[in-house]
């Protein structure tokens, strides 16, 4: 699979006259529960000739291209992702921080100084925290819950208590993030998740597990208490992201 991906990526830079700076794989593939059946998401972040940034008219600044129901590929532009950057977009960061590399020129190792710069705990853990509140909203409304849904609430939910501990962005295994984060009693309840979301279709439904919804709901309490006592962020200089831009347009 690597191999047709690394195709379809040099093909769209061919086809959209774009350098890709990185790549990476998103998702449960990252994040270390994918089954046979997942999904292949394909994130990175490109630039075009710098003529393309003089001109006039608005232009998009992502590529969209589902290659197959298998493999879905998109991207951003790099004048796109250092302003988000600068907000401390988490996607950037686990995009970043993926075990899945496909394209890694220098760009990304030179990039990590930069995100250390630019994080923002508070702006971050807010995000998280609103990840999982739409999924606890979302997906638990039913007596039967598809059993990877609890995996997909509690990762943000575990992420907001990594930061809020350590102050750094959190691992994208998840299993590292439930080592660190998850409570002792609840540990039983995720295994039986993860090796179900890994080994059975991803149709899987199972009935509500109300501890971990006492867990996930009393998180969220915690978690909202806590930000308010969370220091105010500040953001990066733009100087230094302009720096970065016009460094990599060879300027």
């Not at 995720?190 to 890994?198: A, S």
Request: glycine share 4%.
């Amino acid at each position: 699979m690597n191999g047709i991906i690394n195709a379809q990526l040099t093909a769209l830079e061919q086809s959209e006259n774009i350098k890709i700076l990185m790549a990476v794989e998103s998702g449960s593939r990252a994040w270390g529960f994918s089954s046979a059946e997942s999904d292949y998401d394909v994130r990175f972040i490109y630039i075009r000739p710098k003529e393309f940034y003089l001109r006039l008219d608005q232009t998009r600044d992502v590529i969209e291209k589902p290659i197959s129901d298998r493999l879905d590929v998109s991207g951003w532009d790099l004048k796109k992702a250092l302003p988000l950057l600068r907000g401390s977009n988490p996607s950037l960061y686990e995009w970043f921080a993926s075990p899945v590399v496909y394209r890694e020129p220098c760009f990304m190792s030179d990039f990590h100084s930069l995100l250390k710069t630019c994080f923002l705990p508070k702006t971050c853990v807010n995000h998280y925290l609103n990840a999982a509140i739409r999924h606890e909203n979302t997906y638990f409304t039913e007596p039967t819950v598809r059993a990877k849904k609890y995996l997909h609430t509690l990762r943000p939910l575990l992420a907001c208590r990594w930061i809020i501990e350590r102050g750094t962005p959190p691992p994208i295994p998840f299993t590292e993030l439930a080592d660190a984060c998850l409570a002792d009693e609840m540990k039983p309840y995720v295994n039986r998740l993860l090796d179900m979301k890994i080994n059975t279709p991803e149709i899987k439904t199972i009935e509500r597990i109300e501890p971990l919804h006492a867990y996930i709901e009393s998180g969220i309490h915690e978690i909202r208490a806590a930000i308010r006592n969370m220091p105010d962020d500040q953001p990066a200089s733009w100087e230094m992201l302009n720096s970065v831009f016009l460094t990599e347009l060879g300027l």
